[in-house]
């Protein structure tokens, strides 16, 4: 008995050391995984170099993504506003902005409805977005983008109908779920006739 009761012991400090040893190790991950110790460690995005960048022989004063459109979308963003900010951002969203506004007015409102026909528009106004934040180095999407696409399907899309499955008519229902209901009744008889007979063939 001394025995059982030394091993259940046994067992039971084991799990406690074992349990203690994984939350030491957990923290010790924590500390140093996580939390980053080592401040020169930076976090590079996938995407582009970010850099100071020269333009034609100017040097710009915040990093932009070394790429000749973002060159100039920065260079315009430190003329107009000293650096990439928000208020830069929705400046050159307002142009593009406009741009779709003459789009979607070239076409009949009934045609905004119409995927095939505003694909083009809404997708290229997306894509413009994104690129202008990314040469920016603002994270994609942000506050101001889904601002822009609420107020974009409030004006155009909102009389659109959704494409919702509804029910269709009751006397579809009515037939589908009844011929099921029939037919269990109709199998049971079958098989219980062909079981008194004793004829398992058919």
Request: aromatic residues 12%; negative net charge; contains cysteine.
């Amino acid at each position: 008995m001394n025995r059982a009761l030394f091993s259940k012991m046994t067992v039971t400090r084991f799990s406690l050391v074992f349990s203690g040893c994984l939350v030491t190790l957990l923290i010790w991950g924590c500390t140093n995984v996580i939390c980053l110790d080592n401040e020169s460690a930076t976090v590079q995005p996938l995407t582009a170099t970010v850099k100071t960048t020269e333009i034609s022989g100017h040097q710009l004063q915040f990093p932009c993504v070394d790429d000749p459109y973002c060159h100039s979308v920065c260079k315009i963003c430190e003329d107009h506003y000293g650096e990439p900010s928000m208020e830069c951002l929705s400046f050159l969203f307002d142009d593009y902005l406009n741009y779709f506004n003459k789009q979607m007015s070239s076409l009949n409102s009934t045609d905004w409805c119409v995927w095939d026909k505003v694909s083009s528009f809404y997708s290229n106004f997306s894509t413009y977005t994104e690129n202008i934040s990314d040469c920016l180095g603002i994270p994609w999407p942000n506050s101001l983008v889904e601002k822009l696409f609420v107020n974009i399907h409030a004006a155009y899309f909102k009389a659109c109908p959704t494409e919702e499955f509804s029910d269709p008519p009751p006397g579809i229902v009515f037939a589908l779920v009844i011929t099921p209901i029939c037919l269990i009744p109709v199998m049971v008889s079958l098989v219980v006739i062909k079981t008194k007979n004793g004829d398992g063939t058919s």
